[in-house]
C-alpha cells in the first residue's frame, strides 16, 4: 500500500496532520480539530458527581484507539478537566486494532472502537487476564465522498463499490465504474489497516460475502483522517471513506455520495436522521469505548467514566455523531454500575455475532473471558 507521510510538528493533538501510524497525543483542554466540529462544552457541566469533595482527586486517564471515537472522548476529557484540573485524559489515536493492542497488554484504561472487539483480540484479553465492560457511546454513518468538482455521482451500489475499492474489482476509471462516466482516474484515500473503519468497511460490508476478495492495495491510506478530507478534497477523481463526523464537519470542501441500500433499493445518505432510524444503510454502525474493569477502581477512572457516560449523548452530538436513544443508554449505564464483562458481539464459541444495537446490547446475552 501507498503511505501517505505528511508533516508532524508541535505536541501532537487531534486535529494536526500526522504521519500515518504515528500516534497523536490529546491533551484535556486542548482544542478540537481544525477539520472537525469546534463546538463549546461549556454548557456541559459536572454538577452532581459530588465535586466539592471530589475535586482534588489526582491522577491520569490513557485512552487510545479509534480516529473516529477519539472527538467524542476528547471532548469528554476537555469537559472533564475544567472541574478535574488534577487528572489528565490523554486520548491517543493509533486506529481501533491499535488501540486494542495496547488495551491487551495492559498499557491504557480505555480502547476506543469503532467495530467491536474481534476474537483474536478477545483471545488475547483471556490470555492476559484482562477483563473489561463493552460500553456503546454514540451512533455513526460511515460516509463515502469525493471530490466537490465531482458533478456525475450521485448515488453508489455496494456491488460498484466493490469495483473501486476491491483489487478483483479492477476499476481504475470512473468509466470503468459505469460507462456513462468519464474516463477519470480513479485516487482512493481510505483509513489504515489498523483502524476499525477499515475492517468495518470491508471486513462487515463490501467484502463479507467472499474470503477470496481483497482491498486494493494501490490506496492512498491513513490513521489520521484529516488527511484524507484534504487528499479527497484536493482531486477530481478521488474518492474516501471515514466516520460521519469528518464529513459533516467538511462539507465545504466534499461531499458525501448516496449509497443503494441493497434490501430496499432506496438511495440514501448520511444524515443524523438517517443514521439514527437505520435508514443509513448498511452503513450505520455503533461507536464503543471498552473499559479495563481494574481500572475502574482509581477514583479517577471512575469520576472520569461517570461524566463520560452520563454525557454521553451530549457528547456525541457536540461532535456531530448520533445519540443513541435513551433505552440503549439505560442499558450502558447498568453494565457499569454492575461491571458487566465481556462483549455481546461474539458467541461462546468465538464467532461474530451482528445485528442491531438494541437487540444484541442486553443484561443477559454477553460472552466473558472467563
Not at 504521519?19 to 472537525?36: D, E
Not at 486494532?97 to 483480540?121: L, M, Q, V
Request: hydrophobic share 40%; proline share 5%.
Amino acid at each position: 500500500m501507498m503511505w501517505l507521510k505528511p508533516f508532524r510538528s508541535g505536541t501532537a493533538v487531534l486535529g494536526e496532520t500526522l504521519a500515518a501510524g504515528v500516534v497523536c497525543l490529546a491533551m484535556v483542554g486542548c482544542g478540537p480539530a481544525s477539520t472537525s466540529p469546534s463546538k463549546s462544552t461549556s454548557d456541559i457541566a459536572i454538577d452532581d458527581l459530588g465535586t466539592s469533595e471530589l475535586a482534588d482527586i489526582e491522577g491520569a486517564v490513557e485512552i487510545d484507539g479509534s480516529s473516529t471515537v477519539a472527538p467524542i472522548s476528547e471532548a469528554a476529557a476537555e469537559a472533564f478537566g475544567k472541574t478535574f484540573k488534577n487528572v489528565k485524559v490523554t486520548v491517543a489515536i493509533s486506529g481501533t486494532g491499535g488501540g486494542f493492542d495496547r488495551f491487551t497488554n495492559g498499557e491504557i484504561d480505555i480502547s476506543d472502537a469503532s467495530r467491536p472487539i474481534k476474537d483474536s483480540e478477545f483471545k488475547a484479553c483471556k490470555e492476559k487476564g484482562v477483563s473489561f465492560v463493552e460500553l456503546p457511546i454514540a451512533y455513526d454513518g460511515l460516509s463515502i465522498v469525493i471530490n466537490k468538482e465531482n458533478d456525475f455521482v450521485d448515488q453508489l451500489t455496494v456491488d460498484e463499490l466493490k469495483k473501486i475499492f476491491l483489487r478483483e474489482g479492477g476499476a481504475k476509471t470512473w468509466k470503468d465504474v459505469n460507462p456513462k462516466w468519464p474516463e477519470l482516474a480513479i485516487k482512493i484515500y481510505a483509513p489504515g489497516t489498523d483502524s476499525g473503519t477499515f475492517d468495518y468497511f470491508f471486513g462487515d460490508v463490501v467484502a463479507k460475502d467472499d474470503e477470496n476478495e481483497h482491498p486494493r492495495d494501490d490506496m492512498s491510506v491513513s490513521e489520521d483522517d484529516n488527511v484524507l478530507v484534504t487528499g479527497v478534497a484536493g482531486e477530481k477523481g478521488a474518492i474516501g471513506f471515514f466516520g460521519a463526523s469528518y464529513y459533516f464537519a467538511n462539507v465545504d470542501k466534499i461531499k458525501a455520495v448516496k449509497i443503494v441500500d441493497p434490501k430496499t433499493g432506496k438511495a440514501v445518505g448520511p444524515t443524523p436522521q438517517t443514521i439514527e432510524s437505520g435508514e443509513y444503510a448498511p452503513f450505520s454502525r455503533p461507536l464503543f469505548i471498552y473499559v479495563k474493569t481494574d481500572s475502574m477502581k482509581r477514583p479517577e477512572v471512575k469520576q472520569f467514566l461517570e461524566f463520560y457516560l452520563r454525557e454521553a449523548g451530549k457528547l456525541a452530538e457536540m461532535v456531530d455523531y448520533v445519540a443513541l436513544p435513551d433505552s440503549v443508554y439505560e442499558v450502558v449505564q447498568t453494565h457499569y454500575e454492575e461491571r458487566i464483562t465481556g462483549t455481546h458481539y461474539l458467541t461462546a464459541d468465538l464467532e461474530k455475532r451482528s445485528g442491531p444495537l438494541a437487540e444484541l446490547y442486553t443484561i443477559e446475552d454477553v460472552v466473558d473471558i472467563e
